[in-house]
């Protein structure tokens, strides 16, 4: 009930590809759905995020897709770079509280 | 503002020694959230502490406990370290109670043990 499901486990696409990252919850409660991007050595660092009355939020390249009826949401990189090369973590919370983060996708963008 | 700061960044101990890691969260930041992240277990949960009481706890042994000081900072400890505790350990601050709370990460505290 508390987890929060994420695939891929890794990505490799090429440079201005697209690629896409998916996560899914159980709790109904989680109203706010924030991704975190972490780079070797560092910790994570929150990328973009969206409440379930939204189904799409786009910053800059990065865009966060919400399907709240089937409890599912997505991370889209448009014209991905080299420097987009990291772990990507999807997390879920609950007014604030109780964040439950994914496994996390390592996504390799080839030159 | 400044962010969220760890210290020591990187420690290494043998097994049975204690640690104590140190975070100071982002000025004005009440909440404390420590995570403990491996390469195969990703972001596990600790504890969070709100106003120097721990509000939620993660599951893991009694050998791990943490604290929260009246100016937010906060301090983990592990004592009887064992091989299988080396990880990165993740100190997050945030605001307050609130459904858009975000968590802010520091950049982690390496802790290898031998």
């Known amino acids: 009930q508390q987890q929060v499901k994420q695939s891929p486990q890794s990505l490799i696409v090429q440079k201005g590809g697209i690629p896409i990252i998916n996560c899914a919850y159980e709790n109904t409660a989680f109203d706010y759905f924030p991704w975190y991007q972490q780079f070797p050595g560092k910790g994570p660092a929150l990328l973009i995020a969206i409440r379930p009355d939204v189904s799409e939020k786009k910053e800059g390249r990065f865009t966060i897709s919400f399907n709240k009826s089937a409890k599912q949401f997505s991370l889209h990189i448009m014209d991905s770079q080299p420097g987009d090369s990291a772990t990507y973590f999807c997390a879920a919370s609950e007014s604030g509280q109780n964040f439950v983060f994914g496994p996390g996708t390592r996504l390799s963008v080839l030159p | 503002k400044a962010g969220v700061t760890q210290t020591p960044r990187y420690l290494i101990k043998t097994r049975g020694q204690q640690v104590t890691l140190s975070c100071s969260p982002i000025?004005?930041?009440?909440?404390v959230s420590w995570y403990q992240q491996t390469p195969g277990q990703g972001l596990q949960f600790l504890f969070e502490y709100f106003s120097e009481t721990q509000r939620n706890k993660g599951n893991f042994p009694g050998r791990f406990s943490g604290r929260q000081f009246s100016n937010s900072r906060s301090e983990m400890n592990v004592s009887t370290l064992e091989l299988g505790d080396s990880a990165l350990y993740l100190c997050a601050s945030s605001l307050e109670h609130s459904s858009t709370d975000t968590q802010y990460f520091g950049p982690g505290t390496r802790l290898t043990v031998l």
């Open positions: 000025s004005g930041h009440r909440s």
